[in-house]
C-alpha cells in the first residue's frame, strides 16, 4: 500500500550535514510507523530513527542520538533524517521503511517492517 524512494545521499565531510528525504506513495502513508535504517559493508542493517504516524514520538539509536534528527510531513508523503556533525562510521546504505499497525513504542527492528525503499548511500570522509 506503499511504495518509497530516498534521495539526499552523497559525500559529506566529517562534521558536516546532509538530510535525506524519503518519498512516500499512498494514501494510506499517515498511518505508518516510520523508520530509517543503516547498513554498512560487511555490516548487519541497523536501526538509526524511527517516528510515530504523526510525529509525537521518535526514537534513536544511541549511535546517532543528538546527532540525527527525524521528522515527517504526512501532507507531503514525505519523511526526513538530518544528520549533523557527521562521523566515518556513519558511512552506509541508508533506507527509509514503513510499518504498520502505527504505533510507535521503542526502537524498530527490521524483520517488523512492511515496506522498504531501496537506499542511497552516504559516504563520509575523514
Known amino acids: 500500500q506503499v511504495q518509497l524512494v530516498e534521495s539526499g545521499g552523497g559525500l559529506g565531510q566529517t562534521g558536516g550535514s546532509l538530510r535525506l528525504s524519503c518519498a512516500a506513495s499512498g494514501r494510506t502513508f499517515s498511518s505508518y510507523v516510520m523508520g530509517w535504517f543503516r547498513q554498512a559493508p560487511g555490516k548487519e542493517r541497523e536501526f538509526v530513527a524511527a517516528?510515530?504516524?504523526?510525529?509525537?514520538?521518535?526514537f534513536y539509536a544511541d549511535s546517532v542520538k543528538g546527532r540525527f534528527t527525524i521528522s515527517r510531513d504526512n501532507a507531503k508523503n514525505a519523511v526526513y533524517l538530518q544528520m549533523n556533525s557527521l562521523k566515518p562510521d556513519d558511512t552506509a546504505v541508508y533506507y527509509c521503511a514503513a510499518d504498520f499497525p502505527g504505533r510507535l513504542v521503542g526502537a524498530l527492528v527490521a524483520s517488523q517492517m512492511d515496506y522498504w525503499g531501496k537506499g542511497t548511500l552516504v559516504t563520509v570522509s575523514s
Open positions: 517516528i510515530s504516524w504523526n510525529g509525537g514520538s521518535t
